[in-house]
């Protein structure tokens, strides 16, 4: 660590993003899959340093919050994994296409899609996230340097290592993947700073830590914070609408914690009309209990079942709250809402229209719930969460946000061959 060098392994990786720029689709999905398969095999290994790491941060008395993100098991290895694979059945970014203009003087005009160049990859938990950025960046041609936390010191590196293994064994150029010791003298601050070199810096932590980093770099940035999402009940929604989406069994198969180390599908606060409330309001309650949800009701909620806040107890659950009106839940999502995903469950067309086109949120989802991240979606497969920048990328962080254009204009008059 002595000898760490960070402007050294930034020109090593801008060199090998200039070989992997040029690599075929098939090299970087068979990259893709042999990491994925190693991550699997060699599990024990992250799992190891991952038991360092808790084991040093228990010693400094780290948040409970912070222990929970940072903890990783072989479910979510396996998750991570399963990211990688959809990830390979993706369509290559690279040269990919976006438009074309003829014009009358013969020239026809062609726009392609390219990759940005180095990205850094900056998280503050959570070190499950470097397996997706990492296999992004492959996919979308970029080189990558990641920089985490200080407590996830040994699982980052073991990661790194086993990616980089696999990646450079499948024809990926050596150099294309760096880490950043957090025991480093330049660390993520400086990293911050590398306009020169990086092109891009990605950002995944809570609001308050993205902010700060935003502050901090002079590298441009896209930020995936870690928030919650809602979901809004109509007085016309269907108790069999809500069973459908809100409590469908495949997205409470695993518990609240677990929902809330997955941020890509993001814990719920549920907003409801007061008529459907009045009807419905208490199967609500029992269901979420059989899928040990933890809810934190506001007044009017606990007005309808008076015993519902003493028995759940402290607040940090997923909020619960009554409205009178369409316009009064918009207007309270816009106030409290993270930006990132709004739900309503409705069976009203004139509902829609008005919360689609009235939320500010980067997206919207209606009669169904974000599972944008299941690797399952293949049209999406893995992605960094959800940006709520207005430039340059909104909503979903996808690979073509991580590659940008080239135009290639061209004569009527070819060389002959």
Request: aromatic residues 6%.
């Amino acid at each position: 660590m002595n000898n760490f060098d960070l402007s050294t392994i930034l020109r090593q990786s801008a060199r090998a993003q200039s070989a992997l720029s040029l690599l075929k689709g098939e090299t970087k999905n068979r990259a893709l899959r042999a990491a994925a398969e190693l991550l699997q095999e060699q599990s024990d290994t992250v799992l190891e340093a991952n038991t360092i790491d808790l084991e040093q941060a228990r010693g400094q008395q780290q948040s409970k919050w912070m222990l929970d993100g940072m903890k990783l098991t072989p479910e979510r290895l396996k998750y991570a994994a399963k990211q990688l694979i959809a990830l390979s059945r993706l369509p290559d970014p690279v040269g990919a296409v976006d438009r074309t203009w003829n014009y009358d003087t013969g020239v026809s005009l062609v726009r392609r899609r390219i990759p940005l160049g180095v990205l850094g990859l900056a998280y503050e938990v959570y070190p499950e996230i470097q397996v997706g950025g990492i296999g992004m960046a492959l996919k979308s041609g970029n080189a990558i340097v990641v920089a985490g936390s200080a407590s996830v010191a040994a699982t980052q590196a073991a990661i790194v290592d086993l990616f980089s293994t696999a990646a450079y064994a499948a024809g990926i150029p050596e150099g294309t993947i760096q880490s950043v010791p957090s025991t480093a003298p330049e660390g993520l601050q400086v990293l911050l700073h590398q306009d020169r070199f990086i092109d891009l810096m990605l950002l995944c932590g809570r609001g308050s830590w993205v902010e700060r980093m935003q502050e901090q770099s002079t590298v441009p940035t896209i930020a995936a914070q870690f928030g919650r999402g809602h979901v809004y009940i109509a007085a016309s929604a269907s108790w069999k609408q809500v069973q459908s989406t809100l409590l469908a069994n495949d997205y409470h198969q695993v518990n609240l914690g677990d929902l809330q180390r997955r941020f890509q599908i993001p814990v719920m606060g549920i907003v409801m009309h007061e008529a459907w409330a009045e009807q419905h309001l208490d199967a609500l309650i029992v269901q979420l209990r059989e899928r040990e949800v933890v809810v934190d009701p506001d007044e009017r909620v606990a007005a309808i079942l008076p015993n519902l806040a003493n028995r759940d107890g402290a607040k940090g659950g997923v909020p619960l709250r009554i409205v009178s009106t369409l316009d009064e839940a918009i207007g309270w999502l816009c106030k409290h809402s993270y930006g990132q995903l709004e739900g309503i469950v409705t069976n009203s067309l004139s509902d829609i229209d008005s919360f689609s086109r009235s939320l500010t949120a980067s997206s919207v989802y209606v009669n169904c719930l974000p599972h944008l991240g299941d690797p399952r979606n293949s049209q999406l497969g893995a992605f960094l969460g959800i940006s709520t920048s207005k430039l340059h990328a909104r909503g979903p962080i996808g690979l073509e946000n991580l590659t940008t254009v080239k135009y290639i204009a061209t004569g009527s008059s070819l060389p002959s061959a």
